[in-house]
């Protein structure tokens, strides 16, 4: 089936505690992407991929980071999470190009305490 | 600033009656996806608007595209409980899918 997978679902971590946000499709897509969802603010971009190696930042990229080794697999990184990325993240991916409809991953709760 | 706004961010309805939706962007774009989320769930893509005029329609809901008004809109149908979620609408720039920015969402609720 195919699908965008992230993992956890649901993360409660203290201040200062280093945590990944896995996401892995199984599409072969070049474009991943993360977003971050907080009520009254929509969606917010944080980062995406174009490809292997190339990451850009989005909207709110600042305490975040991500790495992009494999075509599957974007994780999101958070060195030294605050309770101000307390909010539900989704991943997505795409195939390559403006006329792709983008798929979403099942969302991860993060709370940092 | 790039801005991307819908209206109404709340929308109550009847079954049966037509409605729609605005999304108004900041600055020239010649790509516009709409999305709907259901409550407590992940984004599914509904509509990819590429260029002006263009018009894109799914069952009850019809999505257009006018670039030089910088304006989408999402209308609906005789509307059916099914079709409670929330809406965004988000504007595109750069490479492929690149850098999207959303609007806040429309939360559209509809009632027997």
């Known amino acids: 089936e195919a699908q965008v997978t992230q993992n956890p679902r649901y993360l409660i971590t203290v201040t200062g505690k280093k945590l990944t946000v896995t996401c892995s499709q199984n599409m072969n897509h070049e474009y991943m992407s993360w977003y971050r969802q907080d009520p009254g603010l929509g969606l917010r971009q944080i980062y995406y991929?174009?490809?292997?190696?190339?990451?850009d930042k989005g909207d709110v990229p600042e305490g975040y980071k991500v790495s992009r080794k494999e075509k599957r697999n974007f994780p999101l990184i958070l060195e030294s999470p605050s309770p101000n990325q307390t909010s539900l993240y989704f991943c997505?991916?795409?195939?390559?190009?403006?006329?792709?409809?983008?798929?979403f991953g099942s969302g991860t709760q993060l709370s940092v305490l | 600033e790039l801005k991307v706004e819908q209206n109404p961010l709340f929308l109550s309805m009847q079954e049966g009656k037509n409605y729609t939706i605005y999304c108004n962007y900041s600055?020239?774009?010649?790509?516009l996806y709409w999305y709907r989320q259901d409550p407590g769930k992940s984004l599914e893509s509904l509509f990819v608007l590429l260029s002006n005029g263009a018009v894109k329609q799914e069952g009850r809901l019809m999505a257009s595209l006018d670039t030089k008004a910088r304006l989408s809109t999402l209308h609906i149908t005789a509307a059916v409980h099914d079709l409670s979620a929330t809406y965004f609408c988000?504007?595109?720039?750069?490479?492929?899918?690149?850098?999207?920015?959303f609007g806040k969402g429309t939360k559209l609720s509809v009632k027997p």
């Open positions: 988000a504007r595109g720039y750069g490479g492929s899918q690149g850098n999207l920015i």
């Open positions: 997505a991916s795409s195939v390559q190009g403006y006329n792709e409809k983008l798929f």
């Open positions: 991929s174009m490809n292997v190696e190339v990451t």
């Open positions: 600055t020239t774009s010649d790509r």
